[in-house]
């Protein structure tokens, strides 16, 4: 098992990578998560290009007040999953960043539920915009939250 670190990718260090190595390495362990990971409890684990794949087991720390997981949870796992998706399609000194996100609760996720996997997949990847669609499902592969994503795609 790799042991995952948190932390910041720095800008030097960035540009020196294509987006697909830079997703590979967060989900192989040789860069740092982001420490959102950290607080929530979230894994990258697995990157290809235009596909990334995200993993959460919920539990009480992540529930809204009627008992169920806050919505902002699958939210963000979707936004990242989405968002690296995109990034590992770009050439070196290539960045973006989330302008739109469109999310559609489907089903509750408790921390009963047991293991999420939050699926990010390039629709369509532009010169300065990107595309993306994602999905949450549970073990038994029943869509609890699914979503689209508009990124900005820059130089630097």
């Known amino acids: 098992m790799t042991i995952k670190t948190y932390g910041t990718v720095g800008t030097e260090q960035r ?4 987006g697909l190595e830079f997703v590979q390495g967060l989900a192989s362990g040789a860069l740092p998560l982001n420490t959102i990971a950290q607080t929530l409890g979230y894994d990258v684990a697995e990157a290809e290009s235009g596909r990334v ?14 008992g169920t997981v806050h919505g902002g949870l699958t939210a963000t796992l979707l936004d990242s999953c989405m968002g ?6 770009l050439e070196k000194g290539v960045g973006s960043t989330t302008l739109e996100i469109k ?11 047991g293991l999420i996997t939050a699926e990010g997949t ?21 869509l609890l939250v699914h ?10």
């Open 53 to 66: 794949v995200i993993t959460l087991v919920p539990t009480s720390a992540h529930l809204n007040p009627a």
């Open 147 to 156: 979503g689209t994503t508009t990124c900005l795609i820059f130089d630097g």
């Open 103 to 113: 999310i559609s609760f489907v089903r509750p996720i408790t921390p009963e539920t």
């Open 15 to 18: 540009k020196q990578m294509n």
């Open 84 to 89: 690296l998706a995109i990034q590992s399609t």
């Open 122 to 142: 390039v629709l369509n990847c532009g010169r300065r915009v990107g595309t993306a669609e994602g999905r949450v499902t549970d073990s038994k592969g029943r």
